[in-house]
């Protein structure tokens, strides 16, 4: 039974194309998913249908929920550290030769699939939720399925809001090659000294367009850039610093306090949070007693379903509060436990067999040859 069990669980493992499965990686997902789901949205969303508004009328407490949107950065970061690493593997470890026809194909044809499905899903459900006309929101439908949505209207989709960070790391798939000829320096101390420069810079920058729409890559290039950073210091037989119990200590407090430093408005708290997302992010690589709670199971499951996760919770939350306010509402703290329980069970069941019907076998490389010598 047992057996069975795990057997089930492990059949929604992450597919990988070249097999090499970092499972810690899975495991930064879930807590980057875990920040925007639980941390930020669903609290927003609670507040919102059954609440009445009422749950923060502290300030300070409803700043540290929106910190929840560090999630997104994260998950940035970890673009940017794992599609750096062929290049770097190419051009630094002369390992196999990255085909450019072919890395774009995979990003298309792994991402767009599940994206198309739950932009579907969510145009429906706005234009019944909110009796809006076809007419009215097909222009929008248009420019979020080509990831314009932000340019073209300087503001996130009406259909599906969340989608304005997947059309920030479209910007980032399609000019990593370009980005990635920093690893063709050999020297090692240079190139990442101009790394950390341009991950300064560049966080300067987007300081100075914090909230400014329209959101494109620039505004949030820094931490992709970090996580080139990582990339190289993984791939390079990096010496590590902090593989100890003090290593261990910080990273489980920085992902525990993080979210209580409010980052939106000082200069000096937004860097010394990135910086710690930085040292945590590391530590996870390279600490071993914090890469094994990383490593987890059940962690990096969720973590690998994050991408159907992340398309799909706020409909999922949505649907679920505005059919229970439909009823009498429990109030006070049994209330938002009862809620939250059930709304995280609903966008996990839910996600999962999104996952496992739409995302999962797009993750199988060359999946649409195999459909076609089928029929």
């Known amino acids: 039974m047992q ?55 502290n300030h300070y407490a409803f700043a540290v929920m929106i910190e929840g949107g560090n999630g997104v950065s994260l998950f940035f970061m970890v673009s940017g550290f794992i599609l750096s690493l062929p290049f770097i593997n190419e051009r630094l470890n002369n390992g196999k030769k990255v085909v450019l026809s072919q890395y774009y194909l995979r990003r298309l044809t792994r991402l ?4 198309l499905v739950a932009l579907i899903i969510a145009f429906l459900a706005t234009m019944l939720a909110k009796n809006y006309s076809f ?77 400014v729409q329209p ?36 990273g489980i407090l920085i992902f525990v306090g993080s979210p209580f430093i409010i980052s939106v408005n000082l200069f000096s708290l937004f860097i010394l949070k990135f910086a710690l997302f930085i040292c945590a992010f590391y530590l996870v690589l390279f600490n071993e007693r914090l890469k094994h709670i990383f ?45 939250t329980a059930i709304a995280i069970a609903a966008v996990l069941i839910i996600s999962a067999i999104f996952y496992k019907l739409v995302e999962q076998p797009c993750m199988r490389k060359g999946w649409w040859l195999r459909k076609r010598s089928f029929k």
């Not at 089930?8 to 970092?22: D, K, V």
């Not at 767009?112 to 994206?115: L, S, T, V």
């Not at 850039?225 to 003090?246: E, F, Q, V």
């Not at 992340?310 to 509060?321: M, V």
């Open 215 to 250: 959101a494109i890559l620039p505004h949030f290039l820094c931490y992709f850039l970090a996580g080139m950073l990582l990339a190289d210091l993984y791939m390079l037989k990096h010496r590590p610093l902090l593989n100890n119990r003090l290593g261990f200590v910080l």
């Open 3 to 57: 057996n069975s069990g795990n057997k089930f669980l492990e059949s929604f493992r992450r597919i990988t194309s070249a097999g090499n499965y970092i499972p810690e990686i899975d495991g930064l997902r879930f807590v980057a998913i875990f920040w925007v789901v639980v941390w930020m949205h669903l609290p927003t969303m609670l507040d919102k249908h059954l609440f009445g508004g009422s749950l923060f009328s």
């Open 112 to 115: 767009e699939p599940p994206y």
């Open 295 to 339: 490593q987890n199971r059940y962690l990096t499951l969720v973590g690998g379903m994050c991408y159907s996760i992340y398309l799909l919770h706020t409909l999922i939350i949505s649907a679920l509060f505005n059919g229970l306010k439909q009823w009498d509402t429990l109030g006070g703290i049994a209330g938002i436990i009862f809620y």
């Open 135 to 211: 007419a009215d929101m097909l222009p929008h439908f248009g420019a979020s399925a080509v990831y314009m949505h932000n340019v073209i209207y300087d503001s996130a989709s009406p259909i599906l809001g969340v989608a304005w960070s997947l059309e920030v790391e479209v910007q980032f798939y399609l000019l990593a090659p370009f980005f990635c000829f920093v690893f063709l320096i050999s020297n090692s101390i240079f190139r990442r000294v101009l790394l950390f420069l341009l991950i300064i810079l560049f966080a300067l920058y987007a300081w100075k367009q914090n909230f």
